[in-house]
Structures are given as C-alpha cells and as structure tokens.
C-alpha cells in the first residue's frame, strides 16, 4: 500500500542526514513538502525493520503536511499511518483514519491512494467480520488498480480476498485467490509477494489440519525473508511456524521457532508480534508440563498486553485529536475562502454598478445619435445642408469625444480579474463604444453634394460622370434608368455614396482604361453594377477601408453585395436593394 522509496541500507545515512538538513531550514511550501517525502521515504526504510520508526515518522509526516495545508501529503501520511494500524490492531482508529483518506483522496482524484484506503476500510469491516461490506471495498480496490494496470497492487487485493474467504472459513474462493495472487507475483519477480502468498495460504493449511504443508509453505516464506534481510517477514514466519508445531504437539520445535519470533518482535519493537511469540511458548511450555516456564512467560503476556492497551489508548488519543485539529484547520481555511469570495462579490457588484453606468451612457448616446441622425435626415428631406452641416460637426466635436473618452476609460480597466461572462459583456461594450464612434465619424464626414440635394440622384451622377472624365486617365459610362422621379434622400445618399467610393478605388488601383456605371430602378429592387477593365482585386490583396464602407452602406440598406474577381481582366461589383426597403 506504501509508496515506493528507493532507500537501501547504504544510502540510508545521507536520508537522515537529509532530513536534518532539511528540519533547520526556515518553513516554506517547498522546504515541507520536500520534509514530508523525506520522512515517508524513512518510514519505508523502517518499514520492514523497526516499527517504532515507521509510526513516528508517518506522524511527522502528516503533522506537517497539515501544518502546510498540503493535502496530497496528508494522504500519503494516511497511507503509512495506515499500515502501522494494522500492525498494531488498531482497527476502530485504521476505519476513521481510512475514511478520511477515502474522501480526501476521491476529493483530489488520487485514484491508487483511493483504492489503498479502501482496502483499509476492508480490512477494518473483515475485523468485525461483516464480509459482504469488506468484500465490496476489496473489490473496489482491485477494480482501481486494474484500470492503473498495476499487477503487484491487483495481486495485493487478490490476497485481501483470499484473506477474508479464509476467515469467512471459505476455504476454496480462498485458495482460488492466493492462487492467482502467487501467479501474478511471480509473473512480475516479486519475492516479498510471493513469501506474503505463502504466508496466508500456510494460515489457510492450519485451518484446514494440513500442518506439515502448512509448515512447508512457512519455511519456504521464511527462506524468502531471511534472503531479504526482513525482520517483519521472519519475525511472522517464526511465529507462524511456532504456532503451527503446537497444533502437532513438537512443542520442543515450537519453542524453539517462538524463541527466535520473540527475539525479531523485540528488534522490531512490534507488542503485538511479541506478544503472539510469548503466547505461543507459553502453550509450548503447559504441553510439556513446564508449569514454572509456562508462568513466567504468562506473567511477561500480562505485561505485553497491558502496553499494548497503553498503547492503543495513547494512539487513539493521538489519532482523534489529529482529525480535531484537521478539521478545525478545514474550518479556518473554508471561512477565508468565504472571505475571499465575499470580498470578489463586492468586487463584481461594484464592476456591474461600473458597467451599468456605461450601459445607461451608451444608451443614452444611442439615443442622442438616434436624434440626431432623425434630424440629419430631416435636413436631407428639407434640403437644409447648412443645418445638416452643424449637426454633423456637433457630432463629431461633443458625442465623439465623449465616446472617445468612454472608450478609454473601458481601454483601463483590467479584464484578466474578470469572469468568463464579465470579459464577454466587458468585450461587446467595447466593440458598442466603437460602433457608436465610427458611426458618429461617419455621419460627420459624409456630407451630401449640393447636387444630389437640389437636384437629385440623376443629375448628381452626370455631374460625378463629368468629374471623374475629366482625369483624363480612365473613361467613365454611366447607365441609369427608371428614375424619372426621386428616391427618398437616405436611399439617393447612400447610392452616390456607393459609387463614388467604388469609382474613387478604380482610380486608385485598378490600372482600369474604362469603367462603366449601371445603375437600374424597377418595381422589386434597385441594381447597382460598377465594372472595369483593370487587374482585378486579386492583384491587391484583402479589401480595404473603402469597400467595406460600401459594404456598410449595403447594409443599411437590407441589401446584397456581390464581387466578381473572375473576368479577365477587370472586376465587377454588383449591388442589389430590395425596393421596398429602397422606396
């Protein structure tokens, strides 16, 4: 269940040293988290040698991780302190500690520390014998590690399984799981797997009276650890063998076996182990009718529980008040992070305030252009270009630099601490501020020839024909017909605005020799067509400040705009206004 540490014995010295280089430097997040991994990579050198170490390092481990409010390490802390419940029979705390690991795990989407707790919380429903709950978190777990495609972790849960069959006293499922549990440790080279495998499967054999293969699994375990240089594994087996030699009455053999468990358990200060070795002797010697052996060993089991009560009561102890202060630091950082967000609430109504504030202005400038566009084109209806004139200026002059100084403010506000939704209403106010300027400069810059004023679109577009023949470099031809009476003055404004762009872009970049004006007035629609005979608009690249203007102004017309690049040589543009928006 423990991450895996690359600590040997060799290297061993220079962690400790690290770790106490570590500890005199000043607190930081990167100094902690680095602490925390240190001390969890000497809990699992220990792991297997002295549990003393295992549990005051994971205790190190977590204190700090929750003193940094670093929740990954936390778990990992959860994990081994885990590990050493088990050891210590601790199973009402491993339950809380597991659940807590759980969440905060699911919480972080750890799935393999998930899954390690989970099978905390199995083994914990397997000690209180409800199977069917154990049974669900076992399987829990091996599912998560088959999605990790993790073999050593799938065979681990394959165990638990095995394990809590065989206590269920179901021995078949049980060995049906050891089975494939040794199979795929071996498949992967794990000594330590398959001398784990052995150990339980011997335990099974007991149950089962098969003794003399129950003791050739233990030994060929104990083989295994002794290779390893692992005193938890010896220490187990001793006992294991000690135990099983009782059950066939060699008590000479089995104190023997119990004499070197008893030595392993003290070396790894391990009460529970200690205390099953002291047991197993104390049978041993009552068979052989050693009754003077037999009390004093019964006397050293008496002390041997006795600490291990202590020991529980100061662990559960410890345990309870370390998720108190766990919790109350969640308290304290749930309450900044209501601070934090009560302080961005007054933030963002503040910013809406701002914003409903520009809103109403530019609403209120929309209506002002509205006005004053309905008195530009009153002036248009009544031939009052003087009027029109200082309309137009007055836009410019005030309206434009008021936009103008919106625009700016807008331009200083700083959107990277906006929202998704605040940066899309912040970003279409900006482009309204724009819109709204360059319609205003639009409005003031385009002023209506007297011509087409007094006169009309016909007359206005002969004296235009008359101007643009005078250049002398291009030919201009003017078609028109169906405009024996005026049009409405937006409509006449807007075509002469049109084709006095379309011609001034012909002049300036065609390289045309002639160009011919079309323009056609019927009951449906109103059709424009300016061509010319020049290079063609592929020649210059995209559009520019000119033609979309002319597509502007086909738009406020509802009309459609349609460039034909494909003659050779020459370009055509046609337009076509619906007359009912045109009349």
């Known amino acids: 269940m423990l991450t895996s540490y690359a600590t040997s014995r060799e290297d061993s010295t220079q962690l400790f ?20 991994h240190a001390y969890l990579e000497a809990t699992h050198y220990y792991l297997r040698q002295d549990f003393s170490y295992v549990e005051t390092y994971a205790q190190k481990a977590w204190d700090l991780a929750q003193e940094s409010n670093w929740d990954k390490g936390k778990i990992l802390a959860y994990n081994v302190l885990g590990y050493a419940y088990v050891e210590s029979n601790d199973y009402d705390i491993l339950m809380e500690l597991a659940t807590e690991s759980y969440l905060l795990s699911e919480k972080l989407k750890l799935p393999v520390y998930k899954a390690h707790a989970a099978r905390f919380i199995g083994n914990s429903y397997a000690e209180h014998k409800r199977w069917d ?26 165990t638990d399984l095995g394990n809590l069959f065989r206590e269920n006293d179901q021995l078949a499922p049980a060995l049906k799981y050891y089975r494939e549990a040794y199979s795929l440790f071996e498949k992967i080279g794990s000594e330590y797997g398959i ?17 003399p293969k129950a003791l050739s699994n233990f030994y060929r375990a104990l083989a295994i650890y002794q290779k390893l240089d692992d005193r938890c594994g010896k220490m187990s ?30 070396q790894y200060h391990s009460v529970k182990q200690t205390n099953w070795a002291l047991l197993s002797m104390y049978s041993a010697y009552k068979a052989m009718g050693r009754t003077a052996d037999a009390l004093a060993v019964l006397e050293k089991v008496d002390r041997s529980k006795r600490v291990l009560r202590e020991k529980s009561i100061e662990r559960r102890a410890t345990i309870h008040q370390l998720l ?24 963002l109504i503040g910013f809406s305030i701002l914003i409903l504030l520009v809103v109403g202005l530019l609403w209120w400038n929309n209506n002002k252009l509205r006005e004053k566009n309905a008195e530009i084109r009153e002036a248009l209806v009544k031939g009052q270009t003087l009027e029109r004139k200082r309309v137009a200026a007055e836009l410019h002059d005030n309206l434009g630099s008021s936009i103008s100084t919106i625009n700016w403010y807008l331009h200083g506000l700083d959107s990277k601490s906006l929202s998704v939704a605040e940066k899309d209403t912040y970003e279409r106010i900006k482009e309204m501020v724009g819109n709204a300027y360059d319609e205003v400069r639009s409005l003031s810059h385009n002023l209506l020839p007297k011509e087409l004023e007094k006169d009309g679109l016909r007359v206005a577009l002969h004296k235009l024909k008359q101007k643009l023949n005078s250049n002398g470099r291009i030919v201009f031809f003017l078609e028109m017909d169906g405009f024996d009476e005026r049009l409405d003055s937006k409509t006449e404004f807007e075509l002469y605005s049109m084709i006095l762009e379309l011609a001034n872009n012909i002049i300036k970049h065609s ?16 059709a424009l067509c300016v061509e010319d005979n020049g290079k063609g608009m592929g020649s210059i690249g995209t559009e520019g400040a000119g033609l979309r203007n002319v597509r502007s102004r086909v738009d406020s017309l509802r009309g459609k705009i349609r460039i034909v690049d494909e003659r050779v040589p020459g370009t055509c543009v046609q337009v076509q206004i619906p007359k009912g928006i045109a009349a």
Do not use: C, W
């Open 133 to 158: 709950s154990s049974r669900v978190y076992y399987q829990e777990a091996i599912t998560i590690y088959k999605s990790l495609d993790n073999d050593s972790l799938v065979a681990m849960g394959y």
């Open 237 to 266: 087996a001793y006992n294991d063998i000690s135990n099983a030699y009782n059950y066939i009455n060699e008590s000479e053999k089995a104190i023997i076996a119990g004499k070197e468990a008893l030595a392993n358990a003290r």
């Open 17 to 36: 040293k690290r770790i106490q280089l570590l500890e005199r430097r000043s607190p930081s997040f990167r100094r902690d988290t680095t602490l925390v």
């Open 195 to 211: 001398a784990s495998v052995l150990m339980n499967e011997g335990f099974l054999l007991v149950k089962a009276k098969k003794i």
């Open 324 to 347: 108190f202060d766990n919790h109350l630091k969640d308290i304290e950082i749930q309450k900044a992070i209501i601070e934090q967000q009560e302080a961005t609430q007054k933030f």
């Open 511 to 526: 390289d045309a020799t002639q160009a011919t004006i079309s323009l056609h007035n019927n009951e449906e629609q109103i």
